[in-house]
């Protein structure tokens, strides 16, 4: 944990650094790229030592991958090689080292790394593999159009802003910000003529990156104070569960899933100001002509607090997983696209049974809250006090459905999570079984879209 803040915190420094000295009108696309793929290096073998070269070997068996498959298999190649990898790399953990987590735990790092290997490996597919009509926009948007060169592979796999952290970006996004085009094409799509400007504005990070690294302070700070006195492991105390009443457990597990997310915060947020420090996560302008440096967000605090739906809670948390996980999965299953989704998740978080446990339960809450949002909300939508009573059931519901979900995350383990449900008489799970049999279910979006594409295709192919 030292090492880990000691690097973010440095690659902070690093970051202003790389802005100021070696911006593209000072530095060649080259020397940006060597310089953001060494001190990435650097930072992995600083923090997990021997077991960084687990990073550099599934970075270069998936270079050859990408330039020695065929381009039709290369999106499964590296996805089957890159899973395979951490996959290997989280069975040792919990087999050799008995659900400990290392203190040299280079999971995360593989974690991301995978991410991007198989998001650029889509997206080349998309680019060279697949004719511009198979494609939705946002992959139309993506595509890449030839393989990246060994030093462009290497820096937006390794470079020294995700390295430890995160978050995965897109490759056409992160090739754009090293050649100075980043923040450009994003204000290219305002009007600035109208606005009264002469010439293109020059937005700067450091505002966003003075608040993020406010809210990494706050998040340290509830991280020290709430997380060790609320610990997950007493909601299944014997002596807890003996005198406390059904509705106080369910109440104090709300309090200890609280209290677990502050690392989160702090990681993921600090994550995101190194990136807007170096220049990088300019996202456009908002409706109030606000710049707005959320490109690489990974959550969205306020959206998860006050969340009124499962979708929309996941939706704000861990946001950048999430589009890897659409757009690795979602978009491209040919059935079940949110079981596959969700199985993919688990999977990639590694094989600790917890991880599954909550996996699956969240697929059973998603279908359930997705039946009762189709079947019951346009009820509460006549007037301002129903659509209020709403949003406020709704939210006290998906709280307590999430803390019910993500309980087995933080346990691992199958006795602890076994006994947690009992102790809660698997109520989420009854429930959401009697909503999917009483209530209809509606085509989804995803099945819809899919159909229309495939109507498009064969009217192309028909004419």
């Not at 109208?194 to 966003?208: I, N, V």
């Not at 002596?239 to 990681?267: H, I, N």
């Amino acid at each position: 944990q030292i090492n880990f803040v000691a690097c973010q915190l440095f690659a902070l420094l690093a970051a202003f650094w790389f802005r100021i000295y070696l911006s593209p009108s000072h530095a060649s696309s080259a020397v940006r790229h060597a310089f953001a793929t060494l001190f990435g290096i650097y930072f992995a073998v600083f923090c997990f030592g021997w077991y960084s070269i687990h990073l550099f070997v599934l970075v270069m068996m998936n270079y050859g991958i990408m330039n020695m498959a065929s381009i039709p298999n290369i999106h499964r190649y590296s996805f089957v090689v890159a899973m395979g990898y951490l996959t290997l790399c989280h069975i040792s953990r919990i087999y050799i080292f008995h659900y400990g987590i290392l203190t040299t735990d280079f999971s995360g790092p593989l974690m991301i790394i995978t991410q991007k290997i198989t998001t650029l490996a889509c997206q080349l597919h998309d680019g060279i593999g697949r004719q511009a009509e198979e494609l939705t926009a946002e992959q139309n948007r993506l595509a890449v159009k030839s393989r990246p060169s060994l030093l462009e592979y290497l820096s937006y796999l390794l470079n020294f802003m995700s390295i430890i952290a995160g978050p995965c970006s897109n490759y056409k996004d992160y090739i754009a910000f090293i050649e100075g085009r980043h923040v450009h094409m994003k204000l290219l799509e305002v009007n600035w003529k109208q606005k009264g400007y002469d010439r293109l504005p020059d937005p700067s990070p450091t505002g966003a990156v003075m608040y993020k690294l406010c809210i990494t302070l706050v998040a340290l700070i509830l991280f020290l104070t709430l997380t060790k006195n609320f610990p997950m492991a007493y909601i299944i105390d014997d002596e807890f569960l003996d005198k406390t009443p059904f509705l106080s457990r369910l109440g104090y597990l709300y309090v200890v899933t609280q209290a677990a997310k502050p690392k989160y915060y702090f990681a993921w947020t600090l994550a995101d100001a190194v990136n807007n420090a170096a220049g990088y996560g300019f996202s456009g302008v908002d409706e109030r002509g606000t710049f707005r440096w959320d490109l690489l967000s990974n959550l969205n605090i306020w959206n998860i607090e006050t969340a009124t739906s499962f979708k929309m809670y996941i939706e704000n948390w861990n946001i950048q997983t999430a589009a890897w996980l659409k757009r690795v999965c979602y978009d491209r299953a040919p059935w079940y696209p949110t079981a596959l989704t969700f199985i993919l998740s688990a999977l990639w978080h590694g094989i600790y049974p917890g991880y599954y446990f909550t996996f699956l339960t969240g697929i059973l809450v998603t279908l359930a809250a997705r039946a009762i949002r189709n079947n019951c909300r346009h009820y509460f939508l006549s007037s301002v006090p129903l659509k209020i009573a709403y949003d406020v059931v709704t939210w006290a519901v998906t709280q307590l459905a999430v803390c019910y979900t993500v309980a087995p995350f933080v346990m691992l383990a199958v006795e602890p999570t076994i006994k947690f449900y009992k102790s809660v008489y698997f109520h989420m799970h009854i429930l959401s079984i009697l909503v999917l049999l009483l209530l209809p279910m509606r085509p989804q979006t995803h099945s819809v879209r899919r159909a229309q594409n495939q109507a498009m295709l064969n009217s192309i192919k028909s004419k």
